[in-house]
């Protein structure tokens, strides 16, 4: 027998092993389940159950040499969509259901809790934003869109606690909560959680946005939705205060247009900037339509996946997908997205990994799915105080939860800013700015060290200002910098 077949066999024959194993592991699991919840716990474990299969089965990383060009057609221009009958858009609406990705911690951000109680403008929280911004909706068209939250076990008490705040909001606001899936130990790939119990918090996590469409199906508000007549979900980051709902796409998914069915699935991209490295993209592979992300880019080929001219575009991760075909593909268990391997330390020494998936990844799994290549200001996330500078400052204007670019701003891009490690918590970035600069005329902003700015700073064009280790720089108040570099011993030399 040739030594390839036999590693072949060996390998699978492992696999068959280690998914018994990991199947007995989660029995047990399940047996430990309190009273009332082992229902629950079991169709939870199943759901790990088989995504830990196809991790045993797929290739984490992709064939670079097999990506295909993209097909004609596969990416529209936002320009070129069909414009709307104002006579309809109440009828569209009504078809209509928000859902805003509300999984995540601001742990990056240094803030405790979930990310969408972060105050982004005027005190006001990604989650304040947005109620707004849905208000305004319902209220323009006389309508009563819903809002509908998936949490996560790690965000949801908090979310339910604030909801409590928006009693006199008039939007019908449902959360429910996703999947909760064990983390495995890296050598064995066995789960680390002894129990079931919230006790040992460490040993479980959210599986990624991937998870809203199995986790959405479960809570029964899928049905419910469809038996309300809705049709089509718009997806998108809580974070991203840029996705607001866009009458232009919402029609070209609820109509077909030139005697082509309607796609049920749209994926919102926008070209890539330097400051978008790290985004997924759309590519074609397996002759299908496939989310690339960097985690599934294998390492020699990292430089080429980050390059703004061979992948032009990236995913925004608002995604449009219709409810029907949404049902048929979780009840024919058709969903199958690449799992992303996401691996962790955690502070007891342990290496794990944790199995996701990202919602744009299901685009393969439905008919006539594209790309709808949007304006930047679809996409405004805050993934880094720097990102909160920017929405924050008079770039943008802000009306009814809806941050425009201002009209004083006289060409469309943003500016490109980097702020060193003594701004990365939230808490410390607030400090350090007396009041938020003024940025209308900025092109590039860097700062690095124990830097701080007074009120009323302009920072315009290019601007660089860098304290050294051991020096302190203080941006007197009214200071305006413009085409600059400030460096150690506050010396301003022309850039
Ligand atoms: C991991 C996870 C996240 N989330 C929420 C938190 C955020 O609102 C949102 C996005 O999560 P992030 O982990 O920040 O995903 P991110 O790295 O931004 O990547 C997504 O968004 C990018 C655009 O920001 C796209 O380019 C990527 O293709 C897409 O996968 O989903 C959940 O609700 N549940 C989860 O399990």
Redesign the pocket.
């Known amino acids: 027998m040739p030594t390839n077949q036999s590693s072949e066999e060996w390998k699978s024959s492992t696999k068959r092993e280690t998914l018994g194993a990991l199947e007995q592991e989660l029995a047990r699991l399940v047996a430990s389940a309190k009273e009332g919840e082992t229902e629950g716990a079991r169709r939870e474990m199943s759901g790990f159950r088989n995504l830990f299969s196809r991790f045993l089965r797929a290739k984490t990383h992709i064939e670079w040499k097999a990506i295909q060009p993209l097909p004609e057609g596969a990416i529209r221009p936002y320009k070129q969509l069909p414009p709307v009958s104002e006579s309809h858009i109440t009828q569209m609406l009504s078809k209509l259901v928000v859902v805003?990705?509300?999984?995540?911690l601001g742990t990056s951000m240094g803030c405790k809790g979930p990310?969408?109680v972060i105050a982004v403008r005027n005190d006001l929280t990604f989650l304040d934003l947005t109620m707004q911004q849905i208000q305004q909706l319902n209220r323009t068209y006389n309508v009563d869109v819903p809002l509908v939250l998936?949490?996560?076990f790690n965000?949801d008490d908090d979310t339910q606690k604030l909801l409590k705040k928006y009693a006199n909001v008039k939007v019908s606001v449902i959360s429910f909560c996703?999947s909760r899936y064990p983390r495995i130990n890296k050598e064995t790939l066995m789960p680390i959680a002894k129990d079931m119990g919230t006790a040992d918090m460490e040993a479980w996590?959210?599986?990624?946005?991937g998870?809203?469409y199995e986790a959405f199906a479960n809570s029964g508000l899928l049905d419910k939705f469809l038996e309300q007549g809705k049709e089509y979900c718009f997806l998108?980051?809580?974070?991203?205060m840029g996705a607001t709902v866009d009458l232009n796409i919402l029609n070209f998914v609820l109509n077909s247009s030139g005697g082509q069915e309607p796609p049920e699935f749209v994926m919102e991209v926008t070209d890539k900037t330097r400051a978008?490295v790290?985004?997924?993209?759309l590519i074609q592979y397996e002759d299908k339509l496939m989310?690339l992300?960097i985690a599934q880019v294998p390492k020699d080929y990292v430089d080429e996946f980050k390059s703004i001219s061979k992948f032009r575009i990236?995913?925004?991760?608002n995604l449009w997908a219709s409810l029907g075909a949404i049902r048929r593909v979780v009840s024919n268990n058709e969903l199958d997205m690449e799992v992303i391997v996401n691996p962790k330390h955690l502070d007891r020494g342990m290496d794990v990994i944790q199995l996701?998936t990202?919602?744009?990844a299901a685009i393969k799994n439905f008919k006539n799915s594209c790309g709808i290549n949007v304006p930047r200001s679809r996409?405004l996330?805050v993934?880094k105080t720097s990102d909160l500078l920017l929405l924050m400052s008079n770039l943008y204007d802000i009306d009814n939860g809806s941050l425009t670019l201002s009209s004083e701003r006289s060409f469309p891009t943003t500016p490109l800013v980097k702020l060193g490690s003594s701004f990365d918590k939230v808490k410390d970035y607030l400090a350090r700015f007396q009041g938020i600069p003024d940025l209308i005329e900025l092109d590039h902003l860097t700062v690095s060290g124990d830097v701080w700015f007074g009120r009323d700073v302009s920072l315009k064009g290019t601007v660089i200002i860098i304290a050294n280790h051991g020096d302190r720089i203080d941006v007197a108040p009214g200071t305006i910098l413009e085409n600059k570099i400030v460096s150690g011993n506050l010396r301003i030399l022309d850039h």
């Open positions: 805003k990705l509300n999984g995540g990310k969408s998936m949490n996560s965000t996703q996590y959210p599986p990624g946005h998870n809203f998108s980051n809580i974070d991203n978008d790290k985004g997924g993209t989310l992300e990236f995913n925004t991760n996701e990202a919602a744009g996409f996330p993934k």
